[in-house]
């Protein structure tokens, strides 16, 4: 069976290809403001892309904030 | 409802800053800590713009204060009866306050380089595929591979960190879950050493062959909120 040749993608040069760009500070603020920050006991809101509210419980926001974030082009 | 920015131990005259919205900011006093929050309809769009936009206003609180921690982006609250009680639950917070006062965070991105590195902090696809050794299956394997990679990550970090013993009040270190990445170091340090705290941090990682890091800050102490 053919089987199309996956590209290798050197992870390292990705990673540092982020934390050299300009927008190296984006990486630190996406950091900190969803995966640092005192954690209230308490449910948040989120609009997402102005379309969709999302009603989560906050650990479980962390990882689709994330997965939203890295899939927008 | 409230929006909640940052607890801080006090804050000045904020009359000039304005909320990711635009809104008008508030203080509330609730036992020793003062807390400051926006009035909003809804809760702000999760964008870079917002995100940059809290960013710049939490940068603005923390060099007016001595000691702030930041909330983490989309914190709300019905009013301020809800949030005070819930503050008033967490005793922690004094005492976290009194860790960060007169302190910036800075932040060091370990990259290691090798494949002897790579292959311990992330096992690449081909080594799930490899022939069984007895009973386990390759996702079972992968997963080890993936358990002990973890396990190796702090030494390396563990060193770099410790460079900076001198100069730091806490620290707090992150092995990565992707590749590229060996980990997160995270400093607590006494603010106006940044300077030195770079010189001492890209000297260890110097002495570190195949490692290279990326430092950011000086920042609120998000990490240590």
Redesign the interface.
Known sequence: MFEAPRARI???????AL??SPD???V???????D???????E???????ID?VYLR?SV?LVA?GR??TSKP | MLY?YA?ADRVGDISDLKGVRGESLVLLHVADLVVVAGEMD?????S?AT??A??ALIRTLHARAAAL?????????PGEG?LVR??E??DD?GS?LEKVCGCDQM?V?V???TQQE?GTM?PERQDAQAPNDGDELPGTRYLAARRRGAAAAPPLLQGIAEAAATLSRDVRIEPAQ????AG?IYHLIERGRADEYRRVIERAAAAVSGV?V?I?GP??P??F?
């Open positions: 050197d992870r390292r040069a990705v990673a540092a934390l050299d190296a500070s984006i630190d603020i996406i950091d900190n403001l969803l640092k920050g005192v954690v209230l006991d308490g948040i809101v989120l609009g997402l892309a102005e509210l906050l926001l904030a939203v974030l | 909640v607890l809804g809760t702000p769009a999760l870079a995100l940059h809290q960013d921690l930041p909330m983490q982006f989309g914190t709300t609250q809800d819930l503050l639950r967490r917070l976290k932040t991105r990259l290691a380089a790579r992330m992707l590749g590229g990445v997160t290279r990326v950011s920042s609120p998000y990490a909120a």
